[in-house]
């Protein structure tokens, strides 16, 4: 927990932290981050010295709302209470003019000393990349003034990693709440047509894909710009594959197919941003780009496939005027004709729906 030091508006954000010493916890911070934006605010008032607090074992809404890419200037508490219900019940911290849940397990106060010459080392750490990451170095650390906790508190953890066949909370929780984040900012920036919006948990919402129903050529790179072009995107988002509405974006073969039969990397359809605000952590990432303390954040090459129908070609006269020939399947009726025999030839009862 974190605030402004003009507005006093708190941000309450999920960062890692590393026990370093009795009294010092180095972070992992990027300066595109809202806790960097506090950083970057406080150094620009004239103090090296952040108040924080760090909050451990609450109900479920701290960590999901914590991970969320809330819009900057709204305090995650307030986004917290919305999802419960009623408000957090909060309590002011002993040594720092901050609040914290009144249930919360363990609390940590401090102050984020963001003097390099105070850095302590940090990292590497198991990520929800689901690869050991974040290079040891120097970090901003919080210097401890107090920790108050419950009587036989509960240390909360999580299994951290998104990868094949191990989801973790992280990437569950991140899959939805990045998805249901992109489909706000398309909203925001006017983008028309969107009907369905997803990110798999297995990558925990670094690809997002978008389905929509096209009114215009190129809406595609118009919701890919919209999405890289918001803080949402600091680390996430890294390719974009927009589909048709005929396409079931939860359905990862569906997609493939679409890649297949309707990308054309010599009509535009394959684009990279290059060189954008990007993900650390990402091991793809060089080393010298992944330096928090030297450029305040990673750097992507982002890739948008657009994975619609082409509507720059040409109306098909021979298609009836169609840009794309009709798909393949058989009419309903003979569908219908041929389930009704299936037990009668010895299969299984086909599934429907």
Request: charged share 20%; net charge negative.
């Amino acid at each position: 927990v974190t605030k402004d030091p003009t507005t006093g508006i708190m941000n309450v954000g999920i960062y890692r932290g590393m026990v370093a010493a009795r009294d010092q916890i180095p972070i992992l911070m990027w300066r595109a981050q809202h806790i960097g934006h506090h950083a970057t605010a406080w150094e620009q008032g004239g103090s090296s010295k952040m108040p924080i607090a760090v909050a451990i074992g609450w109900e479920p809404s701290l960590g999901f709302t914590g991970g969320t890419p809330v819009p900057k200037g709204m305090c995650e508490y307030d986004a917290m209470g919305a999802i419960r219900g009623e408000p957090v019940d909060l309590v002011k911290c002993e040594t720092v003019d901050l609040y914290v849940p009144a249930s919360a397990e363990i609390v940590i106060e401090g102050y984020l000393d963001l003097d390099p010459a105070t850095y302590v080392m940090e990292g590497p750490f198991a990520e929800f990349t689901g690869y050991v990451a974040g290079d040891r170095s120097p970090k901003p650390t919080i210097f401890v003034t107090a920790i108050t906790h419950r009587n036989d508190p509960i240390l909360r953890g999580t299994i951290e990693g998104a990868l094949p066949g191990s989801y973790s909370e992280n990437a569950i929780s991140s899959s939805i709440m990045r998805a249901g984040t992109a489909w706000n900012v398309l909203d925001r920036a006017g983008v028309p047509g969107v009907t369905d919006v997803w990110c798999m948990p297995v990558h925990a919402g670094m690809n997002l894909l978008i389905q929509m129903k096209q009114s215009y050529r190129n809406q595609a790179k118009q919701a890919a710009n919209a999405i890289w072009g918001s803080a949402a995107a600091h680390v996430r988002y890294k390719h974009i594959t927009v589909v048709d509405d005929d396409i079931d974006i939860h359905d990862y073969a569906a997609v493939d197919w679409a890649i297949a039969y309707r990308v054309n990397a010599g009509e535009n359809d394959v684009l990279i941003m290059p060189s954008t605000f990007g993900a650390g952590l990402d091991p793809s990432v060089r080393r010298r780009d992944r330096n928090a303390a030297l450029f305040g954040t990673g750097k992507w090459n982002r890739v948008l496939i657009d994975a619609t129908i082409n509507l720059d070609y040409d109306p098909d006269p021979d298609l009836g005027g169609l840009r794309f020939p009709p798909t393949v399947w058989p009419e309903q009726r003979d569908v219908d004709a041929a389930q009704a025999r299936w037990s009668e030839l010895g299969f299984d009862k086909p599934k429907t729906g």
